[in-house]
Nanobody, 124 residues
Framework: VQLQASGGGLVQAGGSLRLSCAAS????????MSWFRQAPGKEREFVGG????????SYGDFVKGRFTISRDNAKASVYLEMNSLKPEDTAVYYC??????????????????WGQGTQVTVSS
């Protein structure tokens, strides 16, 4: 399975971006999907995740209602809508696919596939 993330860019603080991740699989609905991010010198951290059916989501504590994860199983894609962006949101954002059923895992370990990452830069 290949994951192709896109939608990153440069935005001013308070702005918005929508990230997309397209998967090359016909069994996309079998995967829990998540977004992680990694800033320079920091560990990769969980941003948000969505279950296979798309009706259960979870987020990192820092999100505080600013981001929304969604998926379209017919298009084999997952999205991350980011609003009220802050300079500390600057990072490379990765989508990840997990074959384990249930809720999205917050740990990096265990995810089966990773996208190549898309850079998000928020200027102050």
């Amino acid at each position: 399975v290949q994951l192709q993330a896109s939608g990153g860019g440069l935005v001013q603080a308070g702005g918005s971006l929508r990230l997309s991740c397209a998967a090359s699989t016909r069994t996309f609905s079998n995967y829990v999907m998540s977004w992680f991010r990694q800033a320079p010198g920091k560990e990769r951290e969980f941003v948000g995740g969505i279950n296979m059916a798309g009706d259960v989501t979870s987020y990192g504590d820092f999100v505080k209602g600013r981001f929304t994860i969604s998926r379209d199983n017919a298009k084999a894609s997952v999205y991350l809508e980011m609003n009220s962006l802050k300079p500390e949101d600057t990072a490379v954002y990765y989508c990840a696919a997990d074959l384990r059923p249930g809720h999205a895992a917050r740990e990096v370990r265990g995810y089966n596939y990773w996208g190549q990452g898309t850079q998000v830069t928020v200027s102050s």
